[in-house]
């Protein structure tokens, strides 16, 4: 668990600027929304490289068509340069360079576009979706039971051959004063979307829903009131009903698919016991704690913030930030994180962040960003969305025409024509790839993975050969001093060394500790991949290999990691380290074989103790005294092979080679620069889940083009059978629902693979 304390600076995509006693205004679900004088720029966050990202929930999307219209809304903002929507969470990401207040205008013109928006939190995401199913259930509910009671009406007036007109034309106003009030209070998710866009003047897929209920119901009254034998109220009410039930389903089955960054958000602490100065306790919100206040943390309770351990010792389940199930040992003054759960006594924390300020939400940030990135598949099916919405209602015209032109009437033309609509609709094909991204992101974060990058799945399913470097990756990179050497010697190394991390330097500082440097060193440098320079009152010193001091000593015959000292006086002082390989090294690197990866090791050590580790896990194509340009060219020339390469690094030398790999990783303990170059982080200390990783990036590849061909199947079938009249609105509504949800349990079966 250490090793996650520097993850909350490495990780960052943006330290929240939104103060902690601002809370957003919800006034119940889905009809939370900025009032006319809302200031959003409270909400918008600074990033790192000086830009403005502002999240939004925009609960009314339901459809491709409605996701192309709130990103198109967002960037016709000017400045905003980018805008993204998850349809799983229904949050709206934009991004700019410029002022804040700019997030006022992307609210204004979603607004403008009839979409409400308001701040995404957890709570206000998951309120929002109770209250969505909810009102979803009473109308499913209302339209069940109005379609059972009117479909007994209409078999006794279909299987009634000797039935009297007036008694006819009682059952039928029946039917419509039970299908009428159904069809007004169960259609209001549809009309609402419908009038919302009509209002932008757009389509969603809510407008040909609408219609072909309001249509069935309403030509039913008319033939009711002429004493007509062609009443539909039966049909408006089920196709009603089947809507629904798909729609219901639909969000539930997407529920369990939800993002995993959202669900861990939502399983965080929902109080915190704050002691006062005075030593009084009392309960205050999570996102309200301010750095320096003291927490009590009962046993079985989740930690609502980052901190210090106060005192004494705690055993704390942090699976859910590592995905190992193995309990933490914490001694006082050790960091916590928020979400961990407290196995043992009480305890006392001292909090450092909180809120959206923790390596949680840093996490749930970046899991956002990975579950909307633009990968290749994802632009083709927006490409083919955005293409999609008018040739659709291009065929429903189509249709219509057709069918009055054959003479069939302007009722039976028209519900035809709606038909088409219906079945068409785009939503099966908008799921097929950000199904399988969230569901995969959620997998390899249990597992202790977290994804950056949108498109990383998609490069790493196509990796042939894994290359690791070897201090900290596939070795603990806890390294120690194995043998006595001079004090003052080491003491000038250490301060040379406190200015770096990688894990020699580390070595040396601990070994130094306690120890006062005889002379002060200024102007630390540090040369990735060759060691660091300082000045002293002696003279210019160097710390690092045996390249970058110059030395003619011979090379020796042992298997250690060794660094050299160059004092102010030329005096060379050799310390070697003895590393552990990670235990599950040698399994890792027999499994990814096993799967046809070939794994190579590159790393700047010396030759012989590279050697010596790939032999004890089983590496073949091995290299040492790779600098940092030697580890790049050599992974250009693998790509120019055409072979695709994950890289696994976790130092400052590794970074060059991490950003030119085809895919690449590092560990959480991993240099800042490396975890910025990297497509995912490893929060755990095992090499296991690459190989897992590579296995669900496959399965999800597998997936998506599965998700593609369904969706086209399911129209290059059911867009010639609506339009050659064999469907009804009702089969439609069936239809429809089922294509999404085809798609979206396709996409669960990620939860499963082994």
């Known amino acids: 668990m250490a090793r996650l304390e ?6 960052s995509i943006g330290a929240a600027c939104c103060p902690a006693d601002t809370v957003a205004a919800d006034t119940g679900g889905q009809e939370t929304a900025w009032s006319e004088t809302a200031h959003v720029a409270a909400y918008v966050r600074a990033r790192d490289d000086g830009g403005k990202t502002l999240s939004l929930i925009v609960p009314d999307i339901v459809c491709a068509a409605c996701i192309s219209r709130v990103e198109g809304a967002a960037r016709t ?11 799983s969470t229904k949050r709206l990401t934009a991004e700019w360079c410029g002022d804040a207040e700019i997030g006022d205008q992307i609210v204004t013109a979603l607004a ?8 995404f939190t957890a709570d206000a995401a998951l ?48 039917s419509a004063l039970i299908a009428l009030p159904a069809v007004v209070y169960a259609g209001r998710p549809f009309y609402r979307g419908a009038v919302s866009a009509l209002r932008a003047g757009h389509l969603n897929m809510d407008v040909p ?31 009603l009903f089947f809507l629904l039930l798909g729609r ?14 959202q669900q861990l958000l939502a399983i965080r602490s929902r109080a915190a016991m704050v002691i006062e100065r005075d030593g009084t306790r009392r309960f205050m919100r999570p996102e309200d704690l301010k750095p320096g206040m003291r927490v009590a943390v ?23 930030l590592t995905g190992e199930s193995i309990p933490d040992n914490i001694s006082a003054g050790d960091s916590v994180f928020a979400g961990a759960l407290n196995l043992a006594d009480p305890i006392e924390i001292s909090v450092t962040a909180s809120d959206e300020n923790t390596l949680l939400a840093e996490i749930g940030r970046l899991m956002e960003a990975a579950e909307q990135g633009r990968a290749q598949y994802v632009r083709l099916a927006d490409r083919v969305a955005r293409a999609y919405a008018p040739a659709v209602h291009l065929l429903g015209a189509l249709t219509l025409m057709t069918w009055l032109f054959l003479g069939a009437g302007w009722e039976a033309s028209l519900l035809n024509g709606i038909t088409v609509l219906i079945i068409t609709c785009p939503c099966a094909l908008a799921l097929a790839v950000p199904a399988v991204q969230v569901v995969a992101g959620g997998r390899l974060l249990r597992n202790g993975v977290l994804i950056k990058s949108g498109d990383a799945l998609e490069r790493l399913a196509g990796v042939d050969m894994v290359v690791f470097d070897k201090t900290g990756t596939l070795t603990t990179g806890a390294l120690e001093l194995a043998a006595p050497v001079d004090a003052n010697a080491l003491a000038l190394a250490a301060s040379l060394a406190r200015e770096s991390r990688h894990p020699v330097s580390k070595a040396l500082v601990r070994a130094a500790q306690g120890m006062n440097c005889a002379t002060s060193v200024r102007n630390v440098r540090e ?22 001091v110059e030395t003619t000593e011979p090379d020796g015959d042992d298997a250690k990691a060794e660094i050299w000292l160059r004092d102010g006086a030329g005096l060379l002082t050799r310390f070697t380290f003895t590393d552990t390989l990670r235990e599950d090294a040698a399994e890792t690197v027999s499994r990814l074989q096993d799967m046809g990866i070939e794994v190579g090791l590159l790393s700047g050590d010396r030759t012989i103790a590279v050697d010596a580790a790939a032999q004890a896990v089983g590496i073949v194509f091995r290299q040492g005294d790779c600098s940092p340009k030697d580890k790049t060219n050599r992974l250009r020339s693998f790509a120019s092979e055409g072979r695709k390469i994950l890289m696994v690094g976790d130092g400052l030398n590794d970074a060059p080679a991490l950003a030119a790999a085809h895919v690449s990783l590092s560990p959480s303990g991993a240099a800042d620069v490396a975890q910025n170059a990297a497509d995912f982080i490893s929060l755990g200390d095992k090499l296991f889940p690459i190989v897992d990783t590579i296995r669900i990036a496959r399965a999800a590849k597998r997936m998506v083009f599965q998700n593609f061909a369904l969706s086209f199947a399911y129209n290059a079938v059911a867009i010639p059978i609506a339009m050659l009249g064999f469907a009804t609105p009702l089969i439609a509504a069936v239809a429809m629902s089922g294509s999404s949800l085809a798609v979206t349990l396709n996409a669960l079966r990620l939860k499963w693979i082994s």
């Open 209 to 239: 829903i609408s219609l072909a209920v309001i249509l069935a119901a309403g030509m039913s009254l008319i033939q009711t009131l002429d004493r007509g034998d062609a009443v539909y109220f039966d049909a408006s009410v089920m196709l």
């Open 77 to 87: 903002v000017p400045g905003v340069d980018h805008a993204r929507v998850n349809f």
């Open 127 to 174: 309120g929002a979706d109770d209250d969505a199913l909810r009102e979803l259930l009473r109308a499913l509910g209302v339209a069940g039971f109005a379609a059972m009671n009117v479909m007994l009406l209409s078999i006794s007036v279909w299987g009634g051959t000797d039935m009297a007109p007036g008694t006819q034309a009682l059952f039928h106003w029946l």
């Open 6 to 11: 520097e993850v909350l600076d490495q990780v």
């Open 248 to 261: 219901v389903l639909d969000f539930q089955v997407r529920a369990k698919a939800r993002s995993a960054a």
């Open 112 to 119: 403008s576009n009839g979409y409400k928006s308001a701040p």
């Open 527 to 548: 040369t990735p991949g060759f060691g660091l320079t300082g000045d002293s009152d002696a003279g210019s010193i160097r710390l690092g290999n045996r390249h970058w």
């Open 298 to 320: 009962a046993s079985g309770e989740r930690i609502p913030a980052d901190g210090i351990l106060a005192e004494g010792l705690a055993v704390l389940d942090t699976s859910l």
